[in-house]
């Protein structure tokens, strides 16, 4: 965007001259937070983690650059502690719900039913991939991705499973198919969420915009994103080995 509109990206104009010392002071701002998201992603792909005890490994070293750069107080600790209260006590609300309207559903044959229809779409198994990403694509209007993934997702994989896409080749990768049906359904919900008229992401955008920015400039703005996240979803969808040359990388055999 910036090579073809360069009016969009205007320099800043307090920016100092490209120095050794501008770049040394650009490293040593940008290395710390760097190899704290390397330490963290770095953990799980070296089996040494779970995902949620690498989410621990994160909170630590955050902790350290706190303390290393004389910003951990009281106050923080604080702060952090209640948000963190707050968070998680709205994520197990949202759980405690979706888990109990998937049990009603399955309950009442719910699931059947929808697997049954999800099933019965003519025109192939990639033809009904797309449906159900699209309906993913509508839901992501109006929910938010974890009650998308609580809900939609296990009524979801017997389909992916059952439909006849099989993926050979990728060894260490248990049901790859799901590994990449997964990874289509994460860049939808990323792609529902930008585009209007009920992107979430546009509007927390809009919050943090100064007011001369209206809604309707972001809407403008946001379409080469948008079309970029649609190339993204269909480059995967034709080629599965994209998304899953890494975890045959890092768990094969």
Do not use: H
């Not at 039913?113 to 449906?131: H, M, N, R, S, T």
């Not at 992107?199 to 379409?223: E, N």
């Amino acid at each position: 965007l910036g090579l073809f509109r360069p009016q969009t990206l205007p320099l800043a104009s307090d920016r100092r001259p490209l120095t050794g010392a501008v770049v040394l002071d650009v490293v040593r701002t940008v290395l710390p937070s760097f190899l704290l998201i390397f330490i963290t992603l770095g953990s799980i792909f070296a089996g040494m983690a779970t995902p949620t005890e690498a989410s621990g490994v994160g909170a630590l070293g955050a902790t350290v650059l706190a303390f290393w750069n004389r910003r951990l107080t009281f106050g923080v600790v604080k702060k952090v502690a209640i948000d963190t209260y707050k968070t998680c006590g709205f994520i197990f609300g949202v759980f405690v719900g979706a888990t109990a309207f998937a049990l009603v559903l399955r309950l009442m044959g719910g699931d059947e039913l929808i697997q049954g229809l999800v099933k019965a779409i003519p025109l192939g198994p990639y033809f009904i991939i797309l449906v159900i990403l699209f309906a993913i694509f509508l839901m992501g209007f109006f929910l938010d991705w974890i009650e998308i993934c609580l809900i939609m997702l296990p009524l979801l994989a017997p389909v992916i499973q059952d439909i006849g896409i099989k993926f050979g080749g990728y060894p260490g990768i248990d049901k790859p198919e799901l590994v990449w049906f997964t990874v289509l359904v994460a860049i939808t919900l990323q792609t529902s969420f930008l585009t209007p008229p009920v992107g979430f992401s546009i509007f927390f955008l809009q919050g943090v915009m100064p007011p001369s920015c209206t809604l309707m400039d972001i809407y403008r703005g946001i379409i080469p994103f948008v079309v970029i996240q649609i190339v993204g979803i269909i480059l995967p969808l034709l080629f599965p080995a994209m998304v899953l040359w890494l975890p045959m990388a890092a768990y094969g055999k």
